[in-house]
């Protein structure tokens, strides 16, 4: 088992949850939308077509196809724009 520490967007708690050997961004982000429903879903976006949010693991950003290991550190962000 993996488990995972993840800070998500403007969520103050955070959240650990047990992933199996070999898991990724994306399976992991499924598994948040079956806790926080189908709302994530609609602001992070659909991995497969593009995902909404800047990620990164451990500080660095990674693709929604990176692997994760014991003790990563997910970061979930929106895009920032200025004018």
Do not use: F, W
Request: glycine share 8%; with cysteine.
């Amino acid at each position: 088992m993996i488990k995972v520490n993840l800070r998500l967007l403007s969520i103050k708690d955070d959240l650990e949850l047990e992933l199996k050997e070999g898991a990724t961004v994306n399976s992991l982000l499924e598994k948040l939308v079956l806790v926080y429903g189908k709302d994530l879903k609609k602001l992070v976006g659909d991995p497969d077509e593009g995902c909404k949010v800047m990620i990164a693991v451990n500080k660095e950003l990674v693709k929604p196809s990176q692997n994760l290991k014991e003790g990563d550190e997910l970061y979930l962000s929106l895009p920032v724009a200025c004018g």
